[in-house]
Nanobody, 120 residues
Framework: QVQLVESGGGLVQPGGSLSLSCAAS????????MGWYRQAPGKQRELVAQ???????HYADSVKGRFTISSDNAKNTVHLQMNSLKPEDTAVYFC??????????????WGQGTQVTVSS
């Protein structure tokens, strides 16, 4: 099992910045990637950004150029720096970790979620 503990989030004005962090513990050696998803009220959970253990990154089109994901492998932590925030970025943000133990197999682990609200 993998445990994910998030920190950061809160209320910020449009155009502002916030940073999220997620610390992983437990059976982390089999992880293939970590990232962030978000879910706004009435909407499906969507991938925001992901980073693989090799350092490759992937971003949703809606956040490209504004959000940056990074990892500190020594501390088993992943960070999401969010700049130029927009009201439509308002959502609960969930840390995610993925392991792929074999072909066709996938395990997803989730943090408890942290609220990000962008409003004036």
């Amino acid at each position: 099992q993998v445990q994910l503990v998030e920190s950061g989030g809160g209320l910020v004005q449009p155009g502002g910045s916030l940073s999220l962090s997620c610390a992983a513990s437990g059976s982390i050696f089999g992880l293939n990637a970590m990232g962030w998803y978000r879910q706004a009220p009435g909407k499906q959970r969507e991938l925001v950004a992901q980073i693989t253990i090799a350092g490759s990154t992937h971003y949703a089109d809606s956040v490209k150029g504004r959000f940056t994901i990074s990892s500190d492998n020594a501390k088993n932590t992943v960070h999401l720096q969010m700049n130029s925030l927009k009201p439509e970025d308002t959502a609960v943000y969930f840390c995610n970790a993925v392991s792929v133990p074999g072909m066709g197999l996938r395990n997803d682990y989730w943090g408890q979620g942290t609220q990000v609200t962008v409003s004036s």
